[in-house]
């Protein structure tokens, strides 16, 4: 007889308390419940497990509680259980490609791209398009530290270039490749004052204390094995982009 499929969920609200009965009580053989960990509630702020993780509890299922999920730890302790699904509701995190390819790559060749800041022609609100808007209007850009936050602008076109060649160039089955799709590190005073240039503007910078975050992509595997030349320079995709517009 065939052993049962194996299960890993993700659930955290009361809404995934009917999926994780529901898919225990069919007979799935569920590995474990990877839920938030326990916050405080209440005036007395007592931690208090949510209700999923006490039903789990009392059937004996495994509770695996990350700070962050997608941590590299837990995208391993995840992947070393080899389930046959990831099923998720109401976990209350946004998931990693890592995280939910796990059970395809085991029998698929699966290639994952992580993209980094995305710019482009659309003026879609996000980090470079509110630079823009910012060093336009004259409207301040705040800068934490001495760049402010790190990260890899990559131009649109450089980004379907990447897609285009990870699609030609499949991995090997049961293998979960995962690349870096990004430009070269800059901080937002850089960039500010990279659209500064184009315009032929003045940023106007507002100084934040504090460490910044950085997100910077090491793109040499995306060099390497999808064959993806050196990306657009940052301030040659803004001046095509205005232009365009």
Known sequence: MDSPLSIVMLGTGDFALPSFVGLADAGF???TLVTQPDRPQGRKQELIPSLVKQVAVRRGVPVFQPERVNDAEAVEHVRSLAPDFLITAA????LSAELLAIPYAAQLPVRALR???TYGAVRDGRLVADLIHRVESGHPVTVQGDRGLMTSPIHAS????AVIAAVAQP???GELDLVNVGGAPLGIRDMATAIGRVLGREPVFEARPGQPPCFVADRSKCER???VPDPVEFEAGIAMDL???
Request: aromatic share 8%; charged share 20%; no cysteine.
């Open 158 to 161: 450089d980004v379907a270039r």
């Open 171 to 173: 991995p090997d089955a």
């Open 243 to 245: 232009e365009a517009v």
């Open 115 to 117: 993209i980094f800041t």
């Open 91 to 94: 976990y209350g995190q946004i």
């Open 29 to 31: 053989r569920m590995l």
């Open 225 to 227: 094995v999808l064959g």
